[in-house]
């Protein structure tokens, strides 16, 4: 059975991240499905103010008329879809609706969903599966035991938008304490041929028109990404199957056009997201992600995308919403020709106006990435970053200095039992950029911008509490897990290497 709280603490880092969104997506109000309809009938009309006994006594009412309605036909089709539109407004709240979420009562709208020859009818009652599989979670066991994944699979081949956020939707919802059998559902019922032909859809459509008209084919995009991210983390071992989705969620991502608040909201973040958990490393796809007339289109969209999004978001929100543009950004970084390479690499790492300060000081994009990659806030997305600029430096501790100074990187390397590169301790020139300036190996910065020191030396007072201060901060960050080396200095004095001096010491000069 796939428990949602469990497995959000044994699935793995990115998990973790997504938890945070998909929290919005599987628990809050704004998930509901909500109709779109110009004027409210006067049964949906009163359906919005009835509470109590009344609203218990109307759904009752409604639930067995449709129950019947299954047993010999009793509405006109005009008569059932006004009692499921009814409905809908009633299972928005549980209260005083039971009979909704009742095993008979999710029975029949089940059955009215997937075997009703009206599309109409069909998707009224899916759109009240959608709010009652989403608000009751012990309903979605009932619709496995119903046996009708099958037949929600079989909705989502239909080319229409609707049906395929209604299904992708429930099939979504399903993958949450259930007993679904997600290989099943790919190798019986090809659930994985359908979302890749869902995919495929958009991509043409994309392909042609920049921008969607009608919000329903951005809402079913990103419900049917929200879906394969869902199956892809939960059904690794047939992951391969939604390789043929890669190179649609390419063309979406680089042709669309979406009109968002915040660069990363849906369906852009959920294009990303998507993007996680597949086979980018795959052969049969490398032209997609590397066309041969434009190898960098994907690499500089997503580098632009993060550009963007870098002064949009505070810190608590980093880890949810920039750190999966970050983890694919390597991912294509990692199996991408020499140029693209390169191409990712002068964009991301510090450049020759970044060292005229102390790196991280300026307001550049290599910059924000080196800031972050030691925010206390964001434990993942500091970790994603260092694990990228590493990459960028063709894994070589050395290098890694060179182009982050050891000031950034002496943590990582300590943390990964990486010894402390010959050049962290002397000045070195020969940076990325083929300047021949010598560089300040600790702080990244041309020795020769370098400025002097304003107003008189630090007393032996004051580089004492300087020395304190700086063995405080270490311990909080040790204590906090913000780093796992132990305090050098601690270390130290355990071993008996640390002096105490008197307070007439002074230092001899050659």
């Known amino acids: 059975m796939m428990n949602l709280q469990a497995s959000r603490f044994r699935s793995g880092t990115f998990w973790r991240i997504f938890s945070i969104s998909r929290n919005r997506q599987v628990g809050s109000e704004e998930s509901l499905v909500r109709p779109q309809m110009a004027q409210p009938t006067q049964q949906t009309a009163a359906a919005v103010v009835l509470t109590g006994p009344e609203k218990l ?5 409604l639930m067995e008329k449709l129950t019947e309605d299954l047993v010999s036909i009793s509405l006109l089709p005009h008569q059932r879809d006004s009692a499921l539109e009814e409905l809908k407004i009633y299972s928005r709240d549980p209260r005083d609706a039971d009979p909704i979420f009742t095993k008979e009562g999710v029975e029949t709208l089940t059955r009215h969903a997937f075997n009703s020859p009206s599309s109409t009818t069909s998707r009224n009652a899916m759109r009240i599966l959608c709010n009652v599989l989403l608000l009751k979670q012990e309903t979605r066991q009932v619709f496995v035991d119903l046996g009708y994944e099958a037949k929600a699979c079989e909705k989502l081949i239909s080319d229409n938008r609707d049906d395929e956020f209604l299904a992708s939707r ?3 919802l399903l993958t ?50 929200n879906l394969l991210f869902n199956i892809s983390h939960y059904c690794p071992s047939r992951v391969s199957a939604f390789t043929p989705a890669i ?15 915040k660069p990363l909201d849906p369906p852009v973040n959920s294009l990303v997201n ?62 991408a020709p020499t140029d693209v390479k390169g191409s990712i690499r002068s964009r991301l790492l510090p450049t020759e106006a970044d060292r005229s300060q102390v790196l991280g000081r300026t307001d550049s994009l290599p910059s924000w990435l080196l800031k972050n990659s030691t925010n206390p806030i964001a434990p993942q997305l500091r970790e994603t970053i260092s694990n990228l600029l590493f990459d960028m430096s063709d894994k070589d501790a050395s290098k890694f200095v060179e182009n982050v100074g050891y000031g950034f990187a002496s943590g990582f390397l300590f943390n990964r039992n990486f010894p402390i590169p010959q050049n962290a301790s002397e000045a070195f020139s020969g940076t990325r950029d083929g300047t021949d300036r010598l560089v300040n190996p600790i702080t990244g910065q041309f020795l020769d911008a370098e400025g002097h020191r304003e107003g008189p030396e630090m007393t032996e007072e004051e580089k004492e509490r300087e020395a304190e201060r700086l063995f405080v901060l270490f ?14 200095v601690r270390i130290a004095v355990e071993e008996g290497r640390f002096e105490e001096l008197p307070d007439d010491y002074e230092e001899e000069l050659d």
Do not use: W
Not at 251 to 256: A, D, I, N, S, Y
Not at 307 to 326: C, F, N, Q
Not at 475 to 488: D, K, M
């Open 57 to 61: 006594a109307k759904v009752t009412s």
């Open 170 to 172: 429930i099939i979504f």
């Open 176 to 225: 949450y304490g259930t007993t679904t059998k997600l290989v099943d559902l790919i190798d019986k019922h090809h659930l994985a041929d359908a979302i890749n032909k869902n995919l495929e859809r958009h991509a043409t459509y994309r392909s042609t028109t920049s921008s969607a008209t009608d919000p329903m084919v951005d809402t079913a995009l990103a419900q049917t990404l």
């Open 247 to 261: 190179p649609h969620i390419v063309t979406v991502l680089c042709k669309g056009s979406f009109s968002t608040e």
């Open 274 to 335: 998507a993007l996680l958990n597949l086979e980018t490393s795959s052969q049969e796809i490398q032209s997609s992600l590397y066309p041969q007339n434009h190898p960098d289109a994907l690499s500089n969209h997503l580098v632009d995308l993060l550009a963007r999004s870098t002064p949009v978001y505070k810190d608590e929100e980093l880890d949810g919403s920039i750190t999966p543009l970050i983890s694919v950004i390597s991912a294509i970084h990692e199996h």
């Open 475 to 488: 311990e909080r960050l040790r204590v906090n897990g913000v780093i796992s080396a132990e305090n050098p």
